[in-house]
């Protein structure tokens, strides 16, 4: 059986899987899903080829769909904070979290032109599901597929987001061209979904910080791993670049969703949100004015607290949270997922040809390597 932590459930290898060296200490499938509760799903939808038809396809995208506490429960809230690092993008939900400091739903990750479809699935999903009051404030987060899909032929509709949302599961989760990633370029090679996870010791207990990320950003001359810049150095097609497109490079927009079972206040939560730029930054972004850059980041812990009820009979509520001071382990597990996140999208990926011929090309491995082994970047042994 291959190893989670550095292989996909198909044998792959992830981006440990290379021998890149990471720091930090990852949990046993080395995911969002390692934090206690916390399911994931996909709906995927990949059809047709050859020139754009309006409305007909070709067709390459999805839904991501990140329960919080699972199916089972999946109105309880959750301590929650948010942070843009740049606007250019879409992500429902945010005013109610920043009034209350609560995430109270799923969170669904898809193309920009799908956000409405998916608001309603997890509306259609959640009423179906009986929640305990009558309004709901779907989390529905964006990037532009726009490259390779019929981005505007409104392929994604609700029951796709519903079936994301009934097919989340814990454990070891796929990467790369599934889900709201399926049709997402990232530093001008094929991206998309990643996760990466690290445990955290405070005092007595050991607690887990995830990250998932939707990787459609960067230009390929930008692109930093294990702190060399290997973009440039790397001898592969750039189609993006080399032939023109709608964009500039840099151009996409990156979703980040930040989990961790360990207790902390909504504003803890926040502060774990701004950390995200510091960990995509290791991969060389410049955070592009035309990349929607939206974080969001949860705690799983303090069930029952941070309710928001019409008729209530509590008095008070308590929330036990790590003290401000004790803190800083958690932001440095933050950087080191979402550094590792990101280059699982890139690693555990193929080349992909969409709309009008559109090409997205595959991070080359033996490229990637040879250009870090001319860095003196020491490598571990490849795993598989």
């Given at each position: 059986m291959p190893a989670p932590a550095?292989?996909?459930?198909?044998?792959r290898p992830r981006a440990r899987g290379l021998g890149i060296p990471f720091a930090g200490r990852p949990g046993p499938v080395n995911a969002i899903t390692d934090v206690t509760g916390v399911e994931v799903g996909y709906t995927t939808l990949v059809h047709g080829e050859g020139p754009l038809r309006s409305g007909e396809g070709p067709v390459r995208s999805g839904v991501t769909a990140i329960l919080p506490r699972g199916r089972?429960?999946?109105a309880q809230p959750c301590a929650a904070g948010w942070f843009a690092l740049n606007g250019n993008g879409e992500m429902t939900g945010t005013s109610w979290i920043e009034e209350v400091g609560a995430l109270t739903t799923p969170v669904l990750i898809t193309n920009t032109h799908a956000v409405g479809p998916c608001h309603q699935g997890a509306i259609d999903w959640m009423v179906g599901r009986g929640p305990?009051?009558?309004?709901?404030?779907p989390v529905v987060a964006e990037t532009f597929d726009g490259y390779l899909n019929d981005i505007n032929g409104g392929h994604v509709r609700a029951e796709h987001a519903v079936s994301a949302l009934e097919s989340a599961a814990g454990g070891p989760i796929a990467e790369g061209s599934v889900g709201g990633g399926t049709g997402m370029n990232c530093y001008g090679f094929k991206g998309g979904s990643g996760t990466a996870?690290?445990?955290v010791r405070h005092g007595a207990d050991e607690y887990a910080v995830g990250a998932f990320v939707q990787a459609n950003f960067g230009a390929r001359?930008?692109?930093t791993v294990a702190g060399r810049p290997v973009g440039l150095r790397i001898a592969a097609e750039n189609p993006m670049e080399d032939r023109g497109w709608l964009a500039p490079p840099g151009a996409g927009s990156v979703i980040v969703v930040v989990a961790t079972d360990a207790p902390l206040l909504?504003?803890?939560c926040k502060a774990?949100?701004?950390r995200v730029p510091l960990g995509l930054g290791r991969t060389g972004t410049i955070g592009s004015h035309f990349s929607g850059d939206l974080f969001l980041a949860f705690s799983t812990a303090?069930?029952?607290?941070?309710?928001?009820?019409f008729d209530s009979d509590r008095t008070y509520e308590t929330l036990r949270f790590v003290p401000w001071g004790g803190i800083n382990p958690f932001y440095e597990a933050v950087i080191q997922c979402v550094e590792e996140a990101v280059l699982n999208a890139l690693v555990v990926n193929e080349t992909m040809v969409g709309r009008d011929g559109h090409r997205s090309p595959a991070l080359p491995h033996d490229e990637l390597l040879r250009c870090l082994r001319e860095g003196n970047v020491e490598l571990g042994e490849p795993t598989s």
């Open positions: 550095s292989s996909t459930v198909d044998g089972s429960k999946p305990a009051r009558g309004w709901l404030m996870s690290r445990l001359r930008h692109l909504p504003g803890q774990l949100a701004r303090n069930e029952g607290a941070l309710t928001s009820e």
